[in-house]
């Protein structure tokens, strides 16, 4: 099980970016597929999730409205959209999987497995 993050880099405030994470060993439809992020000196915090049980996606309520998560239709790719991007979006955004059904529903999508590596954004003027 493997999962990789792509799509970080600069970007100016209020533009858009697309991140990507690539699953291998496994397809969305096994593992319940979530975003978080770590911005610098802060705690990881939880951003979006894709649930394995029902295919619900979930944001959280901060960021709703600018941030979407979706999979493509082979099933082995999970996107989050970035949207109307802030100073404070500036973070390394983490990817995870865990083959939970319902692991979007548990707070802060807390417990997941497996991991990516990261991959920054940064939002500046």
């Known amino acids: 099980v493997q999962l990789v993050e792509s799509g970080g880099g600069s970007v100016q405030i209020g533009g858009s970016l697309r991140l990507s994470c690539a699953a291998s060993?496994?397809?969305?439809?096994?593992?319940?597929i979530a975003w978080f992020r770590q911005a610098p000196g802060k705690e990881r915090e939880a951003v979006a999730c894709?649930?394995?049980?029902?295919?619900?996606?979930y944001v959280v309520e901060s960021m709703r409205g600018r941030f979407t998560i979706s999979s493509d239709s082979a099933k082995t790719t999970v996107y989050l959209q970035l949207n109307s991007l802030k100073p404070e979006d500036t973070a390394v955004y983490y990817c995870?999987?865990?083959?939970?059904?319902?692991?979007?529903?548990?707070?802060?999508?807390?417990?997941?497995?497996?991991w990516g590596k990261g991959i920054l954004v940064t939002v500046s003027s």
């Open positions: 060993g496994f397809t969305v439809d096994d593992y319940s």
């Open positions: 894709l649930n394995r049980r029902d295919g619900r996606t």
């Open positions: 995870a999987g865990d083959d939970i059904g319902n692991m979007c529903l548990v707070q802060d999508y807390y417990g997941m497995d497996y």
